[in-house]
């Protein structure tokens, strides 16, 4: 099969998988059967099955991860729409990310490091919970695995959207903002997205928790490397 064969192949393949996988939860919308996670299981689950390498599925699915960047800048759209209640909310949404970004750091070093693994490791979940580009600058700086980084920055997003609205809700966390602020912390532009099936408000929220997580986490993450090391 020629490369342009290829391609198409596997995006039809990545899209029907996440369009199954959208119907599923739908019908079922339970934590385990987040769009994101089944349609990842079933890609990885092919990928495996048919032993096809990495390579040769990102010839198609790379044109699909080039979307990434517009999707993200895209989610600026309903943070415009309610600035006015940004504004409104803006003390309580910095001191909000600010707690989310010391949390988030905290718990991804801690966790790794009680768990037992080098190091290495452990740096390199400090930004566990910061946007993939970020995420590998704060790996770099703090002398962790940027690789290794993504992958724990997609545990994080997947992780984040699959138990966070479980956990607020036996939290009784229903406010627009807590919402927002939890999912946009924890979960970066995965979490974002959730957060529109909670509202607009909800949405603009997270989005703005996201960027600045990331701008604090750069800050912080090096201070915070000098404390726990």
């Known amino acids: ?18 369009v199954f996988s959208r119907k599923l939860y739908q019908r079922f919308p339970s934590p385990l059967l987040v769009p994101v996670f089944t349609s990842t299981f ?4 092919l990928l495996l ?24 800048v895209a989610l600026a759209l ?10 409104k909310y803006f003390a309580s949404i910095g001191i909000g990310v600010l ?20 190091p290495l490791i452990a740096r390199s979940a400090l930004p566990k919970s910061v946007t993939t580009p970020v995420a590998m ?3 770099r700086t703090v002398s962790g695995e940027p690789s290794l980084a993504v ?26 903002v807590g919402v927002g602020i939890g999912l946009g912390c924890a979960s970066h532009a995965i979490g974002t997205s959730k957060a529109l099936e909670f509202g607009e408000k909800a949405a603009a929220v997270s989005s703005i928790a996201m960027t600045l ?12 490397m000098t404390w726990l090391l």
């Open 1 to 18: 099969m020629n490369e342009f064969l290829t391609g198409i192949l596997w995006i039809t393949l990545t899209v029907a998988s996440y």
């Open 42 to 45: 079933l890609l990885v689950l």
């Open 49 to 72: 099955i048919f032993n096809i390498e990495y390579e040769t599925f990102m010839i198609g699915a790379g044109y699909i991860d080039k979307l990434l960047g517009p999707a993200i």
């Open 78 to 87: 309903p943070l415009y729409k309610q600035r006015e209640m940004v504004k």
């Open 99 to 118: 707690v989310g970004t010391i949390t988030g750091l905290w718990s991804g070093f801690t966790l790794v490091s009680l768990l037992g693994f080098e």
């Open 137 to 139: 600058e704060i790996a």
């Open 151 to 176: 992958v724990f920055v997609m545990i994080a997003g997947i992780g984040g959207v699959m138990v966070g609205p479980f956990l607020m809700r036996g939290l009784k966390i229903d406010h627009f």
């Open 213 to 224: 997580s990331a701008v604090c986490a750069s800050i912080l993450a090096p201070l915070m």
